[in-house]
C-alpha cells in the first residue's frame, strides 16, 4: 500500500525526525489560506502515488498566497502517469545549504532490511545509482539486532564531515528505522534530507511503502489507504479477493497461483507477446470470483486474447471447468479465450468444457503460443471463443 508524502511525513513527525510543518489542500483557496499562514515563500506539491511529480510539474515555489492559489489551481486535477492530483501539500520554502538521500528498502535478496544514503539528494536514486554506484552507502540490518548505534553512526558520517550535521543524520536514519518498522513498512525514503545555513539536518520529503500483510494488525496504518488515489482495477480486484496488476499488453492473464501467474507472464513473453496483467485467482473455483477476474482483464482496452491457465493441486479442475463455464454464460468476454487445464480431475475438466463448446488445452507451451497469436490480430470471433 502506497500513502501520500503529507502522511509519511507526519509518521516521521511522530518519531522524532525533524520535518518542517506543512498543511494539505484541497482546493487552490484553501492553498492560499496555508501560505498566508506560513506568511513567506512556499513549495506547493502534488499529494499524487507516483514518482517525477516535479518533472511533470506537480512541484512550484510560490512566493506569495496569490502566487499558492495559482500553483495550486494548476497541480490540482492534473494527472501524473495517469492518476489525477486530488490534493496538494504547502510547505514553507526552506533555504538548502546541502541535500542527501536516506532511504530503507527490504531486500529480499539480502533477507534483511538495507539502508542506503547518499550525498546525492534531490534526485532519483536509481539515476544515482546507475551513474555514480559509489556515492551510494549501504547497510544490511541484521533482523535479530535491528539498527545498531555504530551502524548509524557510520552512515552518518559518510554524509557529512561536520560532526554536528553528522550525529543529527544518525539520529534521524536511527528514527527513520523506527518508524520504517512501526508502521510495516517495505520502503521509507527522505529525498532530500538538508541542511539549512544554520546547520540544521531536516527531512523535507518522506515517501513510504507499506506492505499489506501487515495492515491487519496496523489499523491506524491501514486507515490511510486512499482508494480515490489508486488504480481504480486494482481496487476492485482487492474487494474481490484477487491479486492483480495491470500492465501494458495485450494478452489477459488468468491463472490460479502466483507462481504459476509468474511463469505464464515469462512464457508469454518468450512466445513474443506482452503480459496485460498478473492475474491470481486463488484455488478458488468459485464463479463469481471468475467472472470477477474476466470483468477486470476485459475492461483493458489494450486485451486483445485471454489465456486461462489453470493447473489443479487442491483445487480440482472440474469444479474450475464449472466455473469457467458458468462464468462466461453470464457475461460477454469480447475477445477469444484460450484455456489450459492440468492436473486433479482433469479429464473431467476437459470434457466438462468441451461439453459447452471450449477447446480446453493440458500443454502449457501450446496453450501460451496459441493465445499469443490470437493476440497478435485484433478482430476475432465475440463469442468467447466457442
Do not use: W
Amino acid at each position: 500500500m502506497n500513502i501520500h508524502e503529507y502522511q509519511a511525513r507526519r509518521i516521521l513527525a511522530r518519531h522524532g525526525i525533524p520535518v518542517p510543518e506543512a498543511e494539505v489542500a484541497a482546493t487552490a483557496e484553501e492553498a492560499a489560506g496555508a501560505a498566508e499562514r506560513f506568511g513567506g515563500p512556499v513549495v506547493v506539491k502534488a499529494q499524487v502515488h507516483a514518482g517525477g511529480r516535479g518533472k511533470a510539474g506537480g512541484v512550484k515555489l510560490a512566493a506569495t498566497s496569490a502566487e499558492a492559489r495559482g500553483s495550486a489551481e494548476a497541480i490540482l486535477g492534473m494527472e501524473i502517469k495517469g492518476i489525477e492530483v486530488r490534493r496538494v501539500l504547502v510547505a514553507p520554502a526552506e533555504d538548502i545549504a546541502s541535500e542527501a538521500y536516506v532511504g530503507i528498502v527490504l531486500d529480499r535478496a539480502r533477507q534483511a532490511d538495507t539502508i542506503m544514503v547518499s550525498s546525492e539528494g534531490g534526485v532519483d536514486i536509481e539515476e544515482v545509482a546507475a551513474t555514480m554506484p559509489e556515492a551510494i552507502r549501504k547497510v544490511a540490518v541484521d533482523p535479530r539486532y535491528g539498527l545498531l548505534a555504530h551502524q548509524a553512526a557510520l552512515l552518518g558520517h559518510h554524509l557529512y564531515d561536520d560532526p554536528r550535521a553528522a550525529r543529527q543524520a544518525s539520529s534521524i536514519i536511527a528514527k527513520l528505522y523506527e518508524a520504517y518498522r512501526a508502521s510495516g513498512a517495505t520502503l521509507a525514503e527522505i529525498n532530500p534530507m538538508i541542511v539549512n545555513p544554520a546547520g540544521e539536518v531536516k527531512a523535507i520529503d518522506a515517501k513510504m511503502n507499506i506492505d499489506d500483510n501487515a495492515l491487519f494488525r496496523l489499523p491506524e496504518i491501514a486507515a490511510l489507504r486512499d482508494t480515490g488515489a489508486e488504480n481504480p482495477a486494482e481496487v476492485r480486484a482487492r474487494e474481490a479477493e484477487l491479486s492483480y496488476i495491470q500492465l501494458d499488453g495485450n494478452v489477459g492473464c488468468c491463472v490460479n497461483g502466483a507462481g504459476l501467474a509468474m511463469a505464464t507472464m515469462d512464457l508469454v513473453k518468450y512466445y513474443g507477446g506482452e503480459p496485460a496483467n498478473f492475474l491470481d485467482i486463488g484455488g478458488s473455483s468459485n464463479p463469481d470470483k471468475v467472472v470477477a477476474a474476466l470483468a477486470l482483464i476485459t475492461e483493458d482496452p489494450n486485451v486483445n486474447s485471454i489465456l486461462f491457465n489453470i493447473f489443479g493441486g487442491i483445487t480440482r479442475c472440474d469444479d474450475v471447468a464449472n466455473g469457467i463455464v458458468e462464468a462466461t454464460s453470464r457475461m460477454e468476454l469480447g475477445v477469444p479465450i484460450t484455456i489450459r487445464l492440468t492436473g486433479t480431475n482433469e479429464e473431467e475438466g476437459v470434457a466438462i468444457l468441451a461439453s459447452q463448446g471450449f477447446e480446453a488445452m493440458v500443454d502449457m507451451d501450446r496453450a501460451v503460443e496459441t493465445a499469443v497469436r490470437q493476440g497478435a490480430t485484433r478482430g476475432f470471433a465475440t463469442d468467447g471463443g466457442r
